[in-house]
């Protein structure tokens, strides 16, 4: 089924509540800073990758139409308040201010962050005072108190593609990564294959968030869920992408 990508000003009016009007589409946000291949945009600005087709496979299954909605990271809670959209499937509890106040579906699948680092890393006290590649605003949980403390140094860009850039041309020796992103990328653009050592630094749940307390809603989407993990089909869209 073709999804539209809709990309969402700031500034638009809120649209009308959807709870209860099953036959108007479900606005699912993405955040637009997700990297390949988790998001990716395609010529004709539809959304490709695996966030859009795990949500695909979800949509099938619960017999409601989905409208992909491309939100700014930092917004998209703002714009699920405002009726802008309803339901956001890659996200997690600890990321979101007051979890308490949404739905939230069961656990999709584990999104590990990594330290990737041009020598072999067992704990971060080996690079010691050394820079840090990560992304402007993001929190770090596990390494943020060596920030403050100055035994490592941080060094914010724009995008983490923008730090495995940075990586891959030698610029910096360790980035803060989302695994999946930094084997994509690694595959498309290291062309050295020079190895790159992994610390896994921390694994998040990714849910999706659902606006309404709606159990109906909840209850597809849960099913819906668990039918493409215990058929594989998650781990399918997946290894599409390795």
């Known amino acids: 089924m073709r999804h539209f990508l809709v990309i969402v000003s700031t ?22 800073s997700l990297a390949p291949p988790l998001l990716i945009t395609d010529d004709k600005g539809q959304a490709q990758g695996i966030v859009r087709d795990y949500i695909n496979a979800i949509e099938k299954r619960i017999g409601r139409k989905f409208e992909l909605v491309v939100i700014p990271k930092f917004r998209i ?25 949404y739905t939230w579906s069961k656990v999709l699948f584990m999104k590990r962050e990594v330290l990737a680092s041009r020598k072999a890393v067992s704990s971060y006290s080996e690079i010691k005072g050394e820079r840090v590649g990560t992304v402007l605003r993001y929190i770090y949980p596990h390494i943020d108190p060596l920030f403050k403390s100055g035994r490592l140094i941080r060094e914010d860009v724009p995008t983490e593609e923008q730090n495995l850039q940075k990586f891959v041309n030698k610029r910096i020796n360790n980035v803060v990564a989302d695994d999946t992103h930094l084997d994509y990328f690694l595959k498309k653009n290291d ?20 606006a309404a307390k709606d159990a109906q809603t909840t209850d597809s989407f849960n099913k819906a869920i668990e039918e493409i993990k ?10 599409q992408y390795k």
């Open 11 to 32: 500034f638009m009016l809120a649209w009308p509540a959807w709870a209860g009007k099953s036959n108007e589409p479900l606005r699912v946000a993405i955040p637009y």
């Open 77 to 101: 809670h703002e714009m699920i308040n405002k009726g802008m959209a309803e339901i956001n499937c890659y996200t997690s509890p600890t990321w979101v201010p007051n979890p308490e106040k």
């Open 191 to 210: 062309k050295s294959k020079n190895p790159v050592h992994k610390l896994v630094m921390q694994e998040y749940p990714i849910h999706c968030l659902i």
């Open 230 to 239: 215990s058929s594989d089909e998650l781990d399918r869209i997946f290894a």
